[in-house]
């Protein structure tokens, strides 16, 4: 059996998928609840910090 690659165009936007995460939840999440979900201490510390500015701005254009 042959394992499925993504296409080269295709990437994966961790930063979005990680706030989106936390918006369809109503909350933050921890590192360990990103842990269970799949993430790696590598990918929640690179990219926990642009998910919290996508979180914010989202959260604040739902209120406007």
Do not use: C, W
Not at 30 to 57: M, V, W
């Amino acid at each position: 059996m042959q394992t499925q690659t993504y296409p080269a165009a295709i990437a994966r936007n961790i930063a979005n998928e990680m706030a989106d995460l936390a918006l369809e939840r109503r909350e933050g999440l921890t590192r360990k609840d990103f842990r269970d979900l799949g993430y790696t201490d590598e990918q929640i510390d690179a990219y926990s910090q642009k998910a919290a500015h996508i979180h914010s701005r989202r959260a604040v254009r739902r209120v406007a």
